[in-house]
């Protein structure tokens, strides 16, 4: 307003000799400045902070110093609080004693101050939070405001980013002063409900943390000031801000660069969707051990040979532990995943559905293996094209000799026939809880792709030139071909399955 009338504010300030002087604090929410005036040669009182505490001074017998009358004040200050501006009073008064203290225990005891005005400041909600704030809500997550404003302004803050809307009411909102007046027992049974706490000071915060904490809520605070550091330092993810303070960058985990609040969202969908990754990967892995152990285990319960020689076994762990690793972990984040529910703390990373795959899908192709090494060991196969599923489940029960066990031929089919039953079931993994197709969004995940080629083009590679190594022999192509077909039936069910759910 002073550079506005083309006045320098710096030469006057310094002119001034301060000679006491009452910082601010969040918890007086006000300062105080006892300065000598150099042009009029006495002391004056400055005070600035928030009007409604400011006021409060301006007092003296009953009546209200200021050529504004308290009604008009009251009614301009909602004003400014309706449209969300945040406010700062001003008044001052001449101190005619030179040895007049001004402030006792931290606080002012100068009563009379002439009110001079009240500034509005407009601090406008970004344009990507209510989007942001619906989406994390939308995610199951709590969003709560504790803010130093006025009740008028935070709750028009909060309904600008659609916090508060017609259905909320007083339980929805509590004051600085009622939360610090309340109990543990009472603050338990209302935090529940909260969506804004006005006029708060630092250690609300930091209670309100541990309060939620006491109900088992996992809770992310956000924070740029050094009165922030408490409760970006209880909470479970303190969130500090680039612009924030040393102090409260040191108390948090993370600090946000770009002090956003649609960076928060994006940190839960990439958190949910890494975890999301992880269990497709355990998904396909111990479907894949739970198959290698028992067919391993039948041979060694029967006397025989395994089907599955070490350095095959090795090739196996190989594509499925390392390739499909990198595979399921590079499949991008997915937005889907803002629509499910938080996860409890406790809950096992193997969920009932992955264990029933596991083991439902595992066993399934146990029983599938178990029969073509019956069919092998009892019929003298040299192609797929001679295969009958007659004699697959006619043999499926006959436990004859197993002198002369299966040709190197059979047992490459039977190698490559498991390779690709696993093959395929990684894409039943990729579309693990997405409840949409295997190749859906497939050309975001190119990743994916290339390892998925890069499995069959080595399987085809080892079978072919592996010779004694893996003890295998090459195969012709129909069998190939037949092969291939024949195991993604694998996915083709997978995604019947998806389409009936869906």
Partial sequence: WLYGKGINY??????????????????????????????????????????????????????????ISQ??????????????????????????DPKTIISENGKLVINGLQFIGITAIADPVRADVPAAIEECMHAGIQVKIVTGDTSGTAKEIARQIRLWDESCSDINHITGAEFAAMNDAELLERIPHLRVISRARPLDKARLVNLLQQRGEVVAVTGDGTN????????????????????????????????????IGKAVMWGRSLYLNIQRFILFQMTINVAACIIVLF???????????????LWVNLIMDTFAALALASLPPSQRVMNDPPRQRKANIITKEMARGIFGVGGLFVLLLF?????????????LTQ??????????????????????????????????????????????RTGRS???????????????????????????????????????????????AATSLVLWIGELLRLIKR
């Avoid at 000799?17 to 300062?31: G, H, P």
């Avoid at 893996?470 to 071909?481: I, S």
């Fill in 438 to 484: 295997a190749f859906a969004e497939i050309g975001k995940s190119q990743g994916f792709i290339m390892i998925a080629a890069a499995i069959i083009i080595g399987q085809v590679v080892i079978t072919t030139f592996g010779g004694t190594m893996f003890n295998v022999t090459p195969l012709l192509l129909t069998d190939w071909c037949l092969i291939i």
């Fill in 299 to 313: 041979g060694a319960f029967l006397g025989v040979q395994s089907p599955l020689t070490v350095t095959q076994m």
């Fill in 71 to 96: 009604t008009d004040f009251d009614g301009k200050l909602l004003q400014y609080q309706q449209q969300a501006m945040r406010t700062i009073g001003f008044a001052y008064k001449v101190i005619d």
């Fill in 371 to 383: 029969g073509f090494i019956q069919y092998f060991k009892n019929e003298d196969i040299t192609s």
């Fill in 228 to 263: 922030d550091a408490p409760a970006l330092k209880a909470a479970q993810v303190g969130l500090s801000m680039g612009d924030g303070t040393s102090v409260a960058k040191e108390a948090s985990d993370i600090t946000i660069l770009d002090n956003s609040f649609n960076s």
């Fill in 10 to 67: 710096l030469p006057i300030r310094e002119e001034c000799e301060v000679i006491q002087q009452l910082t601010f604090s969040t918890e007086r929410k006000y300062m105080a400045t006892l300065v000598r005036s150099a042009a009029l040669g006495k002391n004056i009182l400055y005070v600035k902070g928030a009007p409604e505490i400011v006021m409060t001074f301006c007092h003296e017998g009953g009546e209200f110093c200021s050529t």
């Fill in 387 to 432: 295969f009958s599923i007659t004699d697959y489940f006619a043999n499926f029960f006959h436990f004859g000799s197993f002198e002369n066990g299966l040709s190197a031929y059979e047992l490459s089919l039977f190698f490559s026939i498991f390779v690709m039953l696993q093959f395929w079931n990684m894409f039943n993994a990729k579309a693990y």
